[in-house]
């Protein structure tokens, strides 16, 4: 009994610890299984990933022609590099973002730069087949600047762009191959064109006399500077009764010279803050310039463009004395010191009736209206003999300020 109850214990603790084992091995058997699971998740993941990352992304296509995003990235580096620039204006004059920043249609910076590159790249390929169509091939000249360009632009790619957009050298030139013959059938198309100028330039308002330039050269000393902390400090009476009489000082000198632009040496203390919006071009100097200013002087040295519709504010001098240096004759230097609000001045009339900014602004008119009327006639080209698809899908994903970029 001892003996059969024994072998019967036995043979329940047998089949318990088959049990055991059998849960045991089950249960290893589930974990191994949700691991599987959990790395043939991963796999899939890191995949998805990679195919989204580095398969070709079709953004557009022009009759047969596709377009990959990849095919597209001089262009949207090129828009992006300006969006950066305006991104620091932006931020140093409203805070935030100019990328996020709405404009007047509710639509954000980025976004119009987006569509503008997208239109941009339609119709350069539009251009370019009709280029092709037309015979036009690229000249040895074109070939020769091409080069130059791509080599430029190549080599100011930094590593990180280089990394975002898989640009190199052969990309880059193929992008100016197709842009130069683009841009030359556009030209020439637009040459096409039933424009009247005269009547552009009189519709625009722009006359001659409105725009009249005065170009002069002056010696100075402002009565107000910033500190570090960009706090403005304005002189007392005394100390622009100084500042006068030390440019009185240099008068005879100054207005002595054959060379206008030499009594500052640039590398003084004395030089220009800075270069005005309107600086002329600076007259190459001559071989014996002349008298220099004393060590330490606080006289500096600029040029500057006034134009006739200016406001005194806009041209930077009190309205007295701006009427005085209109009246001025072209060589002519200002008698003696002359002041104003802002500082004191001995001024060279060089040019009192350059024709720049009118011509300018003509160009500029006629411009615009070339685009206007070019923008018409290429959406006629583009119902009459193309077919554009846009795929949205992958479109939409690209976020412009951070394709080409680190934003």
């Known amino acids: 009994m001892n003996s059969a109850k024994r072998v019967s214990n036995q043979t329940i603790n ?101 569509e503008n590159t997208l239109n941009t790249v339609m119709q350069k390929q539009m251009m370019y087949d009709e280029a092709i169509e037309a015979g036009y091939t690229l000249t040895d000249e074109e070939n020769t600047q091409i080069e130059s360009d791509a080599e430029k632009m190549y080599s100011e790619l930094t590593a990180s762009v280089k990394n975002n957009t898989g640009l190199n050298k052969k990309k880059i030139l193929a992008y100016y191959q197709k842009k130069t013959l683009a841009d030359r059938y556009k030209k020439d198309w637009i040459d096409t064109f039933d424009i009247d100028d005269a009547q552009v330039i009189s519709d625009a308002g722009i006359t001659p006399e409105a725009y009249r330039q005065y170009d002069i050269q002056y010696y100075y000393i402002p009565y107000s500077s910033t500190d570090d902390n960009g706090n ?93 240096i209109k009246a001025m004759n072209n060589g002519d230097i200002t008698g003696s010191v002359v002041e104003d609000s802002k500082g004191c001045y001995i001024i060279k009339m060089v040019e009192n009736n350059s024709t720049e900014k009118y011509d300018s602004e003509c160009s500029s008119a006629i411009s615009e209206k070339e685009e206007e009327v070019f923008q018409e006639k290429i959406e006629q080209l583009e119902a009459d003999k193309y077919v554009v698809e846009v795929n949205d899908d992958e479109w939409d994903k690209v976020a412009f300020g951070s394709v080409t970029i680190n934003n």
Request: net charge negative.
């Open 14 to 114: 047998s089949k318990k610890e088959g049990k055991d084992k059998g849960v045991a091995q089950s249960s290893g058997n589930g974990r191994v299984i949700a691991i599987g699971m959990a790395a043939v998740f991963l796999v899939f993941v890191i995949v998805m990933v990679c195919w989204e990352k580095l398969h070709p992304r079709l953004i557009m296509t022009v009759n047969d022609e596709k377009i990959y995003l990849s095919d597209m990235m001089t262009d949207i580096y090129s828009t992006e590099q300006t969006g950066a620039y305006l991104d620091q204006i932006y931020k140093q004059s409203n805070g935030g973002s100019y990328w996020s920043a709405e404009s007047k249609d509710g639509r954000t910076y980025g976004e119009i730069l987006k």
């Open 232 to 324: 403005e400090i304005v002189m007392s009476d005394d100390e622009r009764a100084a500042a006068i009489a030390e440019l009185q000082n240099s008068y005879n000198d100054i207005s002595g010279l054959e060379d206008f632009s030499t009594y500052i040496d640039s590398s003084s203390n004395g030089s220009s803050e800075k270069a005005d919006a309107n600086a002329t071009a600076t007259p190459a100097p001559t071989e014996n310039p002349g008298p220099k200013a004393p060590e330490g002087t606080n006289i500096k040295y600029t040029t500057k463009s006034i134009i006739a519709n200016e406001t005194a504010d806009e041209a930077g001098f009190d309205d007295e004395l701006l009427n005085s």
